[in-house]
């Protein structure tokens, strides 16, 4: 079996930055792709950021200068650092990877985190 756990989330207010974190533990034997998606009220989930083992980065248009997905493999641990936030950030973040499990590879998703703009 295999968890995610995310951190980080928070209010803050127009212009400030969160660092959000997302540790997997349980039954690893390698771990893929990594990502960050987000569902806000009565929207669809959609992708933030993802970055593959290799280290290259994936980033939807509404975020690209704004935020910076990262991941330390020997922690099994997925980063997002968001700056300049807009209330239009505000949103569920959801961590996901794909994790080989034995001879197994699926994704597994977070709990969520809530992270409010507001002022």
């Known amino acids: 079996q295999v968890q995610l756990v995310e951190s980080g989330g928070g209010l803050v207010q127009p212009g400030g930055s969160l660092r959000l974190s997302c540790a997997a533990s349980g039954s690893i034997v390698r771990i893929n792709t990594m990502g960050w998606y987000r569902r806000a009220p009565g929207n669809q989930r959609e992708l933030v950021a993802d970055?593959?083992?290799?280290?290259?980065?994936n980033y939807a248009d509404s975020v690209k200068g704004r935020f910076t997905i990262s991941r330390d493999n020997a922690k099994n641990t997925v980063y997002l650092q968001m700056n300049s936030l807009k209330p239009e950030d505000t949103a569920v973040y959801y961590c996901?990877?794909?994790?080989?499990?034995?001879?197994?590879?699926?994704?597994?998703w977070g709990q969520g985190t809530q992270v409010t703009v507001s002022s």
């Open positions: 970055i593959t083992s290799g280290g290259s980065t």
């Open positions: 996901k990877a794909k994790v080989q499990t034995g001879y197994i590879s699926r994704d597994y």
